[in-house]
């Protein structure tokens, strides 16, 4: 029904210039109802993710002692209301679709995009909040943004206290490495990627049903960097902070990414691997993910 309505309307479209000269835009009205389509597949992707209730805990171990010194110390980490995250990682089709552009190296339309900065992940969330509250596709009290870090390993862990979502090893005894079949169940890595040109969500998914969290790209977050969480940085400030700071100093600005990639091996995957980037700087082996947040 929505493919014939939209011959209808192309061709009252033609049928106008014809009988007017004046040409109206049918090509928009296109874009218009596939970038609908794909804010509703934006929408029904995300996972709620409800701390205290059900299978969700209230609180869990973030970091190692076991890891790397920016990896320490454990501490707990306790979340005080719910929020959703996106199944994927954020799609080329749906960025270009709200943003005009698709930067990705490895083209496809349900790859993750990529070659974007940090700043431009932040448009992103901005420009995608406006055009659902605009449909009525979430609340007026709602907003997409990039996750905290706190939020992003309790998602990619979800309940588990292993190295990985679903246990401490990577590798099978027969792995030679880069091999490392256990993980290349769920992640793209230097052990079983020809290159960041799969679609997303061809791996398996943690328990919670989020797909890519380990390797495929790494992911921004909101937080700035620190080289350790000793002092334990304030988990519950408000993320759009983030985005609020003058532009010279955001130019010198580095943040926190997750996850690990197809460049990275097995161990630079696990749940509490963090790394360092520049604001400023892009990479193809960087993408992202978004929250959906009350604005508080």
């Known amino acids: 029904m929505r493919q014939f309505s939209l011959n209808c309307s192309v061709g009252l479209f033609i049928a106008v210039w014809i009988l007017t000269g004046v040409a109206a835009p049918a090509v928009a009205v296109a874009e218009d109802v596939n970038l609908t389509d794909l804010l509703k597949t934006f929408v029904e992707e995300l996972v709620l ?15 190692t002692n076991d890891a790397e010194a920016n990896e320490r ?13 996106a199944r994927y990682e954020t799609t080329q089709n ?4 709200v943003m005009g552009v698709n930067p990705s190296r490895w083209k496809g339309p349900r790859n993750s995009v990529e070659m974007m900065t940090w700043k431009d992940a932040n448009e992103f969330c901005q420009k995608i909040t406006v055009q659902l509250q ?21 998602c990619c862990r ?20 880069p ?9 793209w890595h230097t052990g079983n990627a020809a290159g960041n040109d799969p679609p997303v969500g061809t791996r398996k998914p943690n328990p919670w049903g989020l797909y890519d ?13 620190h080289t350790n969480y000793n002092p334990v940085p304030v988990i519950g400030k408000d ?42 700087a892009a990479d193809d082996a960087i993408g992202f993910r978004c929250v959906k947040d009350r604005v508080r």
């Open 49 to 63: 993710i409800t701390p205290g209730e059900g299978k969700f805990p209230a609180k869990f171990e973030m970091g």
């Open 73 to 85: 110390p454990k501490h707990e980490v306790t979340f005080q209301h719910p929020f959703s995250i």
């Open 94 to 97: 749906l960025y270009q679709s």
């Open 134 to 154: 605009s449909r009525e596709q979430i609340g007026p009290k709602e907003a997409i943004r990039l996750p905290t870090e706190a939020e992003w390993e309790f």
């Open 158 to 177: 979800a309940a588990t206290t292993t190295r990985y979502s679903f246990g401490d090893n990577a590798q099978r005894p027969e792995d030679v490495t």
């Open 179 to 187: 091999q490392a079949t256990l993980l290349g169940e769920y992640a």
């Open 213 to 225: 969290m380990h390797g495929y790209l790494w992911e921004f977050t909101s937080d700035d960097w």
């Open 239 to 280: 993320p759009s902070q983030a985005t609020e700071v003058k532009r010279d100093q955001i130019d010198q600005r580095s943040i926190v990414v997750r996850s690990g990639s197809w460049k990275d091996p097995f161990p630079k995957l696990t749940s509490t691997t963090r790394r360092r980037f520049p604001v400023t």
